[in-house]
């Protein structure tokens, strides 16, 4: 499978951190998100013959999929689908950044036609970090897979009521019209936070809103409840010592994966990133 080059997702200057103004994210226009509600969503499975991701999924999609029929296929029959208009595609793709060696994996949501010649071509409705490329620990996100579908389909949502945002507006959408943190319970791994922030007094201390650690399995349960008050956190950091340089963090429902926040950390040699006093902290002046 070709490898999907994201050159607008995000615009990375190798000096600087990025701010979350800087961050561009993928959208249909409005003849494609149309076109989107009247495919059935063609899901590709990973080739690998025991994978984690590929039961996740499947088991992700079959609950909470919701805006169009779904089918499931081997990645080796993906190529030839996707030259069909009435297809759209949920697959693991391998994306890049202008600029930047990087590279992770995207669960990117696609539709296919037959005047898209390559996979690049193909419109990207939705596209979701889910680790750095190579990174053979599915665990880290496949409880996460079901608030990361949900994400999917209420982006192109959003895309379909407000055609009037773009790439450059639609995440302003979402720190302006999440709602109040008051009522929301962030939810966190332990090994989610900065050691400094490991202590419930700490987090506490850090987070004027409802804080609490959580285990995966607790995580996974809240998005399957479809909690409306639970906020939870997807981290994805250099696996090894090789010099992968950055870190992404986004924070989501768990209930419609409505984004609350989304940062790009370029991290110094040798170490991992975390969430912060400092992004707690920008979580807060929401």
Not at 57 to 74: S, Y
Not at 114 to 136: F, G, I, Q, W
Request: with cysteine.
């Amino acid at each position: 499978m070709e490898m999907k080059r994201l050159t607008l997702l995000l615009i990375i200057l190798a000096t600087t951190l990025q701010a979350f103004s800087q961050i561009k994210m993928p959208m249909g226009s409005k003849s494609e998100v149309e076109k989107f509600y009247k495919t059935t969503t063609y899901v590709v499975m990973k080739n690998e013959f025991m994978s984690d991701y590929n039961d996740a999924i499947k088991a992700a999609v079959e609950k909470h999929w919701r805006a169009t029929p779904v089918k499931f296929v081997k990645a080796s029959e993906f190529e030839k689908l996707r030259h069909d208009d009435d297809k759209s595609f949920l697959v693991i793709n391998i994306a890049y950044f202008d600029g930047d060696d990087a590279k992770f994996e995207f669960m990117i949501l696609s539709l296919g036609g037959s005047k898209y010649k390559t996979v690049n071509d193909m419109p990207t409705l939705c596209a979701v970090p889910l680790c750095y490329y190579n990174d053979e620990d599915e665990a880290q996100y496949t409880y996460k897979l079901g608030a990361m579908l949900k994400h999917c389909q209420t982006h192109v949502a959003l895309c379909r009521e407000h055609p009037e945002l773009t790439k450059e507006t639609i995440l302003n959408y979402y720190t302006d019209n999440t709602g109040n943190l008051a009522d929301k319970t962030l939810y966190l791994l332990r090994n989610d936070v900065s050691d400094d922030l490991r202590s419930n007094s700490a987090l506490k201390s850090a987070y004027p809103y409802n804080a609490e650690f959580a285990t995966a399995e607790q995580i996974e349960e809240l998005t399957n409840a479809n909690d409306d008050k639970a906020l939870i956190v997807h981290i994805i950091n250099p696996y090894d010592s090789n010099g992968q340089p950055y870190c992404i963090k986004l924070i989501i429902d768990a209930s419609k994966g409505m984004l609350y926040y989304y940062d790009f950390q370029k991290l110094k040699k040798n170490t991992i990133g975390h969430i912060t006093s400092d992004d707690l902290k920008k979580l807060s002046k929401k």
